[in-house]
């Protein structure tokens, strides 16, 4: 069994979602090599090789936005075809579910979505993934001789399983993509959308809030901190705040060192997001909301009073004006 993993990367630096992915497959015993788009770093080799990658193949593409879909689509179908690679995993993103399923369509190839992992039985690859709202587990198994996975976001945490010295590096050129009917009317760059999943801190506000004006109040505490402001999927539904701002289950999961719920009760569903933050303070009116049972620090009071007294503290002692 020959695996593929298609690294993503962050400010220059393979995400440790995608060098999560390298070691859990390195793990299992498999033959992993790692696609890099892009000039590949040594130190990003380094990575690479650590996590267990046995072959790091450096295509000479730019990396997105700039690079279309259908040039990284053709890429990995030739690597399929010359390398007789049949299994390919990407750490779930926008790019990559695009990216997967139009790579399972093109190759005839199964395609398994939201795994949290990966086991071998009788030589047989064997995921797993979270069913019914995520309260149940479920085995999952390919029925095509070509697989295509997408991993959970945060499911498994890179290891070092290799020596981190420059592994096979094969340089090569990507095919041109066929002719597809589609034309390219304009680009927009993101308007604004925090990187949630790397932030450090994030402070995230929630149906308590009651008034849409108070995530005025959000926004500024998280400026003061020098994070970024994030909310739950109340009110994305409300129309309050964009989708990229999510935390939750069906919004980013994320791992800051400290994350601030103003006005979250702490469903289970957001609770999947964020439980692997480092510090978690809960700023709540209702005592026995469930997120105050898990938070390190619940703070029981009205959030319109409390955050602009933070937020003004903070900046005093950063000696910044209120």
């Not at 193949?57 to 690597?79: F, G, K, V």
């Not at 979505?113 to 019914?132: F, P, Q, V």
């Not at 901190?225 to 309050?240: E, N």
């Amino acid at each position: 069994m020959r695996v593929l993993v298609l690294i993503e990367e962050r400010d220059g630096v393979p995400t440790g979602d995608s060098l999560g992915i390298v070691s859990h497959v390195a793990a299992l015993g498999l033959y992993v090599a790692a696609l890099v788009v892009g000039p590949a770093a040594e130190d990003d080799l380094g990575r690479l090789a650590g996590a267990g990658a046995q072959t790091v193949y450096a295509a000479a593409l730019p990396q997105e936005p700039t690079c279309p879909i259908e040039a990284r689509l053709a890429l990995l179908a030739d690597l399929q075809a010359s390398a007789g690679f049949d299994t390919f995993l990407f750490a779930t993103s926008a790019l990559s579910v695009d990216l997967a399923g139009r790579l399972a369509a093109r190759l005839g190839a199964g395609l398994i979505w939201n795994l949290s992992s990966l086991t071998m039985d009788d030589g047989r690859l064997i995921g797993r993934r979270m069913a019914r709202g995520d309260t149940l587990t479920a085995l999952v198994e390919w029925e095509t001789l070509l697989r295509v996975g997408l991993m959970r976001p945060g499911a498994v945490e890179p290891q070092t399983l290799g020596k981190a010295d420059q592994p096979l590096v094969v340089q090569i050129e990507a095919p041109k993509p066929s002719a597809t009917g589609t034309v390219e009317i304009s680009r927009s760059p993101s308007l604004g959308a925090p990187p949630l999943a790397s932030a450090g801190i994030i402070v995230a506000g929630g149906r308590g809030l009651r008034v849409q004006e108070n995530l005025a109040l959000v926004s500024d505490l998280a400026e003061a901190l020098g994070g970024v402001m994030a909310v739950s999927l109340p009110l994305v539904d409300m129309g309050w705040a964009p989708r990229a701002l999510q935390v939750g289950q069906t919004g980013a999961t994320v791992a800051p060192q400290l994350y601030i719920a103003c006005g979250i009760s702490g469903q289970y569903q957001h609770k999947l997001g964020m439980e692997r933050s480092g510090t978690i303070i809960a700023i709540n009116i209702d005592r026995d909301a469930p997120i105050m049972a898990f938070s390190d620090l619940a703070v029981v009071g009205d959030l319109s009073k409390i955050l602009p007294d933070l937020t003004q503290l903070i900046n005093k002692r950063r000696g910044s004006p209120p």
